[in-house]
């Protein structure tokens, strides 16, 4: 089991940025892959991005409304893993949750984590 904490969330001005951070805590093992998500009320939570440690080294992938424009990044020493954010628009709005332990090999499938992080508000304005 991994616990998640997220923060950096906050209100701001659509073009401005933004860097979230979730801090992992209490697991056994550092998870193989960390994601963020996000969720509008009422509507299906959107995969954000995702970051992993392979037999390659670290890998990353982004879903196709971000890319570009976000990055994910992890300070392993530091147990945390980040979300940049450029170029906000207000659509970015949401809660950001952040998730780790993939039951199957598929980093940006909300499906497949097993833990899950209480959220962090974002809001863009126009």
């Known amino acids: 089991r991994v616990r998640l904490v997220e923060s950096g969330g906050d209100s701001v001005q659509a073009g401005g940025s933004l860097t979230l951070s979730c801090v992992l805590s209490e697991y056994t093992y550092y998870p193989k892959a960390v994601a963020w998500f996000r969720q509008v009320p009422g509507e299906a939570r959107e995969a954000v991005a995702a970051?992993?440690?392979?037999?390659?080294?670290?890998?990353?992938d982004y879903g196709a409304s971000v890319k570009g424009r976000f990055t994910i990044s992890q300070d392993n020493p530091r147990d945390t893993v980040y979300l940049q954010m450029t170029d906000l628009k207000p659509e970015d709005s949401g809660m950001y949750y952040c998730?780790?332990?993939?039951?199957?090999?598929?980093?940006?499938?909300?499906?497949?984590?097993?833990?899950w992080g209480q959220g962090t508000q974002v809001t863009v304005h126009s």
């Open positions: 970051i992993w440690n392979g037999r390659t080294g670290e890998g990353v």
């Open positions: 998730a780790a332990e993939l039951r199957r090999w598929i980093p940006l499938s909300q499906y497949e984590y097993v833990n």
